[in-house]
């Protein structure tokens, strides 16, 4: 949009808004079909996110994250246990409790599930947009980085 643009009216937000939050779940799943991380619910995704990129944490803490009762966690986590991408240790400060993280597995998973779905959205940025709607996709994403931090 040009600064001399006049603004959208109310009407046309909502429809604007109702796009973006659509757009938004379709680039989610096919992104998601891009990591080849397996068949995991994702209620286990979102745990192993949180433990990627939070650090180690106890069944109790994951629980209270993700509003689920610490039976219903443990339940999670062993199948993220099982097939060998969270491993736990005891608590060095309370010896009844474990601390579970991420494994180096599981890193190493993830670290080429991030650049597998980064080279489908290079690859398809490259051959299916313009030199110019390339510089409108990037125009694009610095919008989006306001509407998010605001």
């Given at each position: 949009?040009?600064?001399?643009?006049?603004?959208?009216?109310?009407?046309?937000?909502?429809?604007?808004?109702?796009e973006l939050r659509v757009l938004n779940g379709k680039l989610r799943r096919r992104l998601r079909e891009e990591a080849h991380l397996g068949?995991?619910?994702?209620?286990?995704?979102?745990?192993?996110?949180l433990l990627e990129?939070?650090?180690?944490?106890?069944?109790?803490?994951?629980?209270?994250a993700h509003g689920m009762r610490p039976q219903s966690m443990s339940?999670?986590?062993?199948?993220?246990?099982?097939?060998?991408?969270?491993?736990?240790?005891?608590?060095?400060?309370?010896?009844?409790?474990?601390?579970?993280?991420?494994?180096?597995?599981?890193?190493?998973?993830i670290k080429a599930s991030?650049?597998?779905r980064e080279d489908w959205l290079f690859r398809t940025i490259q051959t299916r947009f313009s030199a110019a709607e390339q510089q409108q996709l990037a125009t694009g994403v610095e919008l989006l980085k306001r509407l998010i931090d605001s």
């Open positions: 949009m040009v600064r001399n643009d006049p603004p959208l009216d109310s009407d046309s937000l909502h429809t604007l808004a109702e068949d995991f619910t994702p209620s286990q995704i979102q745990v192993l996110g990129r939070e650090g180690s944490a106890t069944v109790s803490e994951l629980a209270r339940e999670t986590l062993s199948v993220l246990k099982a097939a060998g991408l969270v491993s736990g240790a005891p608590d060095p400060n309370d010896g009844r409790q474990t601390v579970l993280s991420v494994t180096p597995a599981f890193r190493k998973k991030r650049a597998a």
